[in-house]
Structure formats: C-alpha cells, structure tokens
C-alpha cells in the first residue's frame, strides 16, 4: 500500500505493471474515479490494458485509504488538480494517459489545461465541464440529512445503475463502498462539481480525447456531452447503453476495449 504525503493529507495510491515484454509497451494510464466511489472501481478495466499500459490508481481526497478532511476543510478544483500530479509524481509518471469519471473527469479536463506537456491523452467517463447543468443533486443533502451515509448510498443507487446491470454481489459492493463516504465530503466535493465551469478555457485542451457517456445518466444529459464534444479540438464521442451513471462499473469491459482501442490508435 502506497501513499504520498502533500501538505493538506495524504493520498493511498496503487500501481500495477504487467506489461508483456513481446508488446510495445505504452505510456502509463492515471485513473481518477468520482464521489461514491473508490480506486476499485477500475479493476474492470485491467484486463484490456494490462498487457501494454501500466496503471495506476488512487482514492480520491475524502474516501478509502486517502486523507478524509475535517467539516470546513478547504476543498476546490485547484486542489484536486494537485493531488491528480501529486499521486502522479510519487508514482514516477512523467507523461501518462488520464481518465476520470464522474467529477474526476472534470479534474481531468481541468488538469489537461493546467499542464499540457503532462497528458498525452484524456478520456472522460460521464463527467462534465460544466457544473451547473447536473440535475438531481438537489436531493442529496435532504437524503444526507435523514439516512446518513448509508441511505443516501441506497437512494443512489437506481441513479447508477438499472436493475439488470450488475450481479447481486456487485450492487451489494458497490452500495456498501458508496456509503463508507462520510456526508461532509461528499457534500463539499458536489460544491466544487456544480460551481465549475471549464467551458472558455477546453480549447486549450488539444490533447486526443476520448468522451465515453452513458445514455440515461440522471445527473449529465447526453446533450452536455455532446456540447464537450463539439467545444474540444480533437475529441471523439461513444454514447453507451444501455446505462445510468455507473457506466464506468456496469460497462467496464466495453468501455475499457473502447479505451484500448483509441490508445492504440491514438496514443503513441
């Protein structure tokens, strides 16, 4: 278990490199994963990459192993985006492939502006540039409030997920590693989401991207999607379903083949 040490707490990372010596071995891939979720939530998408890439993945500020702050912590975009290169910097990645999901996308736009000469490509798993176009949320204080943690992790989950889409052993997880969030966090991470709006700066952003979206997410219409599509210079789009907000665990394997694919295309 890796950790590195920044000034405001640290942050548990993971490192995996199995690469096959008969491939032609890729950059490293950062995975950034978003509110209710965990570094586990990528072990889906190992298997298409693992040969080639190196990974490595981290528990975001405020959850799993990683550094959980005090109610009045000063939580922004800014600071995520640090901890984004400090984990990537402790891991020794000094050019990688970056993919976030949910806001951890939106750190990953916001990263990709902020240095350039650090992201080779950008992928960004139902997420958005612009924070206050996401419905529903409105809810999540009022289910906070009256369930804690653990209810508003059960009201969640429809959002997430259809009914079909996961085995009983992976809802079960996934609900029970949702509602190890404490409120305060999750609460002063949707702050940052909603009260962000990367959209005058994405033309900085020319990295290649890949934009993966689920078709029925509650929280980001597919036209918001569509909007990043059409503001980043060099971006191609998958809408998926059928989906909900948990694309990037209902859909892994898909979602990872289509990674692997634009990677070997795009990512030399």
């Known amino acids: 278990m890796a950790f590195v040490q920044t000034a405001a707490g640290a942050l548990h990372y993971e490192t995996v490199d199995r690469t096959a010596p008969w491939q032609a071995r890729g950059l490293p891939v950062l995975f950034h994963h978003g509110i209710g979720s965990s570094a586990m939530l990528w072990r889906g998408w190992y298997p298409a990459l693992i040969d080639r890439f190196p990974l490595a993945v981290f528990d975001m500020r405020g959850c799993g192993h990683s550094h959980v702050p005090a109610p009045g912590f000063g939580w922004s975009l800014g600071l995520m985006v640090e901890d984004l290169f400090a984990v990537a910097d402790a891991a020794g990645l000094e050019r990688f492939h970056l ?32 924070g206050a176009t996401i419905g529903r949320v409105h809810a999540w204080k009022k289910q906070l409030d009256e369930g804690g943690s653990a209810g508003w992790s059960r009201a969640f989950m429809p959002d997430r997920f259809h009914a079909d889409a996961l085995s009983g052993a992976q809802w079960d997880w996934f609900e029970a590693q949702q509602a190890q969030w404490q409120p305060d966090a999750i609460l002063a991470a949707l702050g940052v989401l909603v009260g962000t709006d990367l959209t005058p700066r994405l033309g900085e952003i020319t990295c290649p991207a890949l934009l993966l979206h689920p078709d029925g997410s509650p929280f980001i219409p597919v036209p918001v999607m569509a909007e990043l599509h059409r503001l980043l210079p060099d971006a191609v789009l998958n809408v998926i379903g059928p989906a909900r907000h948990g694309l990037p665990f209902s859909h892994a394997a898909q979602c990872a083949a289509l990674l692997r694919s634009f990677l070997d295309r795009r990512g030399g």
Do not use: K, M
């Open 99 to 130: 993919v976030g999901e949910s806001i951890g996308g939106t750190v990953a736009l916001a990263a990709a502006i902020a240095r350039p000469d650090r992201i080779a490509t950008l992928t960004v798993s139902n997420g958005a540039h612009l």
